[in-house]
């Protein structure tokens, strides 16, 4: 009879092993596949948040030095700054660097575990994990490339001395923590993380004095660049009151609530099956999260008191990992436990960091065994394989929720922090797109991609069309108050659709829908000609109302915006092939007064 063997120190099994732990990585890989499905079907080419602080190379040079939001980033200004050169801003480099970061952090840990002849289960565990779509934010704003690349440099940098061999394995491990401490601010403790576990390996003593002085000076360089700007304040985002004192009961229980709920969103989130939280299940979540804490924290402790276990390099390696991980969350909870609502450390772009310590935590059960048995290794093999099946089930669900939307979500309107969730649907974020392209101050559908928009907004925008940078980098999208370039076969028949009542809004400007009927769902793209044939708004296909819909970008609806100057009285909606230079016009649309 042929058995399936979770055991790491047994040899490679028969056939159905061979086929279980094939399955398995190939479940990781379709893990990934449906990240890259969403990724690919809620990218809209427009700055995110943070992002509109580094559109040009003036931005992105100009305080090069200093301070961005709280955190000293010159690694991630050289990737905006080389996304501006070679995808006109568009974002699609700094999420192609993002994806690859992901992928190098997988190779890595699989790497990591047959060194150290962990089970093939922890090793796909690992590919299913970091590929969850849980952290969504960080793959919708192309800015949380810093978020996801701080923690990949800094499990490189660990890797890089438990497992290098002696001087060259410490230069490069304190080369890589450099990078990470001018990353973000967290980066720094991989810099301070340097002598402990250089200690802990039982390197020379010079290593770790080498080590400590390494930390010391990347800790100092970044205390003497983190100038220039302050970081968004809860109280802008949430309505909330600033602190008063950081020592206070309260503010200690607020901060101690933050740092669960931060650590216990990923299993919350499974356990649920909710993006939005009650009272009851953030208490639920805070104790899921300290319970991880202890669990990580017992078997640290227990390595850390044993000199055989602690100078293995996978145990000296998870246990720095851990102590990155967690520190990055308490230093997260006295930053913004007090200001910030609880709710708010489940959102989702802290789901990298919070991912990261679920897997090293169950990395760490499956290289400390609690006995030299059988049983010790194969239960809690069991039990990982069994919370990979469930990340890997949720995946097509929260794909699903991201791509497949029902329109603008009215969580996305007000000042909560529910916009976040509510923003990431595709749905939400095509009106941002189509405003943009229109110079329309469209505050609902805008404030899903930026805090505050307002009139000088519009200024932004025309910069970026003057700049022919995204979404203008095509002549086709910067052409708002001019004719179609010459050339342009414009149909008058053969097309169909509908365009009912527009709806003026109170910045100026028309929110335009309809639906393609015919010939002209063959289309993507639409423009709104006026009378003088002028460019005078744009409109795009909307998202799809079923998975169907969104995989094929087949949903017949449209969605778009009309310019206040350019679209007064009716225009002419046409959809628009721009690389085989046609035009169809379909319908056409009476504008109400403003």
């Known amino acids: ?229 302050e970081d968004v304040l809860c109280t802008d985002v949430y309505d909330t009151q600033k602190a008063q004192s950081y020592l206070s009961l309260q503010s200690i229980g607020s901060m101690l609530g933050y740092l669960g709920v931060y650590l216990g969103a990923p299993v919350a989130r499974i356990v649920f099956r909710t993006a939005s939280f009650t009272d009851t299940t953030l208490i639920v979540t805070g104790v899921l999260g300290y319970i991880g804490l202890l669990t990580a924290a017992f078997l640290s402790l227990r390595a850390l008191f044993d000199a055989e276990q602690r100078r293995r390099p996978i145990v000296g390696f998870l246990m720095a990992l851990l102590a990155f991980l967690v520190g990055t969350a308490a230093v997260t909870a006295y930053g913004r436990g007090v200001e910030c609502p609880v709710y708010s450390a489940a959102t989702s772009r802290y789901g990298t960091s919070a991912d990261m310590f679920w897997m090293t935590t169950v990395l760490l059960v499956g290289a400390l065994p609690l006995a030299d048995r059988a049983w010790a290794r194969t239960v809690p093999a069991l039990g990982t394989l069994l919370f990979g099946l469930v990340i890997a089930a949720s995946q097509p669900f929260i794909v699903k929720a991201m791509i497949v939307s029902p329109g603008l979500s009215p969580v996305a309107t007000g000042k909560s922090g529910e916009q976040f969730l509510g923003g990431g649907h595709q749905a939400d974020r095509v009106g941002a797109r189509t405003a943009i392209l229109s110079s329309t101050l469209d505050v609902a559908a805008l404030r899903v991609i930026m805090l505050e928009p307002d009139a000088r907004t519009l200024a932004t925008f025309d910069v970026l069309r003057e700049k022919r940078l995204a979404p203008f980098q095509h002549r086709w999208s910067a052409l708002l108050g001019q004719p179609l370039p010459r050339g342009y076969d414009m149909r008058q028949r053969g097309c169909s659709g509908t365009a009912p009542a527009p709806v003026p809004l109170p910045g100026g400007g028309w929110r335009i829908a309809g639906t393609l009927q015919g010939s002209a769902t063959q289309f993507d793209h639409i423009v709104a000609l006026n009378s003088a044939g002028q460019v005078a708004g744009y409109a795009m296909r909307s998202p799809g109302r079923t998975l169907g819909e969104a995989v094929g970008n087949s949903n017949p609806g449209w969605q778009g915006h009309v310019n206040a100057r350019w679209g007064a009285g009716a225009v002419t909606l046409y959809a628009l092939d721009p690389d085989e230079k046609t035009a169809c016009r379909f319908a056409e649309a009476d504008l109400p007064g403003i």
């Not at 969850?132 to 934010?137: Q, T």
């Open 1 to 229: 009879m042929t058995s399936v063997s979770l055991d790491s120190r047994q040899p490679n099994g028969g056939i159905a092993e061979r086929l279980a732990r094939s399955a398995w990585f190939a479940l990781g890989g379709l893990t990934g596949l449906l990240l890259l499905l969403m990724i690919a079907r809620t990218f809209i080419g427009v700055p995110h948040w943070d992002s509109w602080g580094q559109l040009t190379y003036e931005m992105v040079f100009g305080g090069f030095f200093d301070s961005l939001n709280g955190h000293v980033s010159m690694a991630p200004r050289l990737v905006y700054a080389a996304d501006i050169w070679l995808a006109s801003g568009s974002s699609a480099l700094n999420m192609a660097v993002t994806v690859l970061l992901l992928v190098a952090d997988a190779a890595l840990i699989v790497w990591v575990c047959r060194q150290a002849r962990l089970s093939w289960v922890y090793q796909g565990f690992a590919v299913i994990i970091l590929f969850w779509a849980y952290p969504v934010a960080n793959f919708m704003s192309a800015f949380n490339l810093q978020i996801v690349g701080v923690f990949v440099l800094a499990t490189f940098t660990f890797a890089a001395l438990a497992f290098g061999k002696g001087a060259k394995g410490l230069w490069l491990s304190i080369a890589i923590a450099a990078t990470a401490g001018v990353t973000m601010a967290n980066g720094i403790l991989a810099g301070f993380l340097l002598a402990p576990l250089a200690w802990a390996l039982g390197r020379p003593a010079r290593d770790v004095v080498t080590a400590a002085i390494a930390g010391a000076a990347i800790i100092g360089v970044y205390l003497l660049l983190a100038t220039g700007s």
